[in-house]
C-alpha cells in the first residue's frame, strides 16, 4: 500500500495528536514522544513537523513493521 | 545472534577475522585486543550463555551478520554528534557507544531528540561503564577498533550499510507499566530535578519523593505514542532538595511512577519477542541486572553488555535493547 501524499492531513493530524493510531515501528513512536509536545508547543510547527513524520515514513518502508503500519493510515 | 563471551586469546582469534563486531570488556582488556572492523566500551557486567556474570578478564563480541557491510568509525565529540543520525547511510545503521558521564553523555541524552534527522535511520547502541567498586577511580572507556585510539570523552560511532533486500529493525522490551499514581510533570528538562508538578501542582519533588516513601528502583514511566520510555532515579539530595536521573527528564512529558514487577524474569520473559533468531545485537540495563538480582540467572536465550545506560534512538533506562536484522 502507498503512503498518503505528503501534503495529506492524515500527517498532521497524528502529529498534533488529533489521530491515535497504534503504531509498531518503534522510530515512529519515539519520534512522536517529542514531535507531539513541539506542536503542543507550538502548533505553527505542525507542517514542518508533519514532513518529518512523512519522511520517516519514506525512508523506512521496507521495513515489515512499517508496512504493517502504513496499513492503518487512513 | 553471534555473540558470546570469551577469553582474551580466544576474542583475539575472532578480532583477527573479516567480520564486522561490537565488543565490551573491562578496562583492564579491552585495550589488549588486535585492530579491525569494530567499536568497544569498558564494562565487566554482561549477559552471557550462562547467565548474568560480572567478570573483568573475559570480553564479550558480537559479530554482526555478513549482510552488515562496515562504512566508517568516527569519535564523536558533543558537538559533533549532532550530526550522527545525518551520517547513517541509507538503508543502513549506526552502532554508538558513548562513555559514561561525560559532556557528550548528557549532551546527547537531553538534545538527541533536535539533532537533524532524529530518529529518521536506525541507532542503536549503549552507555560505558566500569565495575561499580572502580567508579571512582577507573573512567569508562571507548575504543576504535580501526585505530586502538581510546577516548575517555568522546562517542564511538560505526556506521553500516545493509546489503540489498535486507532490513534492520530495532525493538525494546520494557518490563515496567505506568503505575495508577500520580502524574508527575517537570517544568524544564535534564537530569535533575527540584520542582515537579504533580497532578498539575507544584511541589519539591525532593520532598514528594520522601513524603510519599517512593521507592526509587522502579523508574518513572511516560507513553511515547505507545512505547513505555523510564527515567531511572539515580539520587534523593533531602539537604539539597534535588532529584538526580540516570536519563533526563522532559518539560512537556507526563509521567507515572511504574508499578511493582513481582516476577522480573517472568515478566522478562513474556515481553521478549518470540522468533529471537533476527536478533543480531542487544544490551541490558545494569539497573535491571542489580535490582532483579541477575548475576546467575538467565532471562533468556538473547545475551549482550549490562550496561550504563541503552541506546535505540535515543538514551533509554531499564530497558533491554534489540536490534534485528531480516531479509525483505
Known sequence: ?74 | MQSKLMNLEEAKKVLSGSGVYMVAADNKVINQLPKGNWIGGTIPYFMASEGGVIDQNRVFITELPSSVQFKDIRFCDEGSIASVYQKIPQNGLGMIIIPALTSTHLSFAVNARNYKEFAQRPLVGWIAGAHLNELSTVKPKVINGLTGEVSESKAIVMNLALAANYYCDVGIVNIFDQGSGDTLEFPESGFEASHVLVNGKQENFADYVVKNKINIKLPLVADYAGAKINVSFQNIDEKARKVSFYAPVFQGVSYRQAGNVADYIGRFSNELPKDSSQIAFSCNCILNFLYSELEGKKTSTITGPITFGEIAYQLLNQTMVYLTIGKS
Do not use: C, H
Open chain 1, 1 to 74: 500500500m502507498a503512503l498518503p501524499n505528503v501534503n495529506s492531513p492524515i500527517w498532521t493530524d497524528i502529529v498534533s495528536g488529533k489521530k491515535e493510531v497504534g503504531f509498531e515501528f518503534l522510530a515512529v513512536k519515539i519520534f512522536l514522544g517529542t514531535a507531539r509536545i513541539q506542536v503542543k508547543n507550538d502548533p505553527g510547527k505542525a507542517a514542518a513537523v508533519a514532513k518529518e513524520l512523512y519522511a520517516l515514513f519514506e525512508k523506512n518502508q521496507s521495513l515489515p513493521s512499517v508496512q504493517k503500519d502504513v496499513l492503518k493510515l487512513k
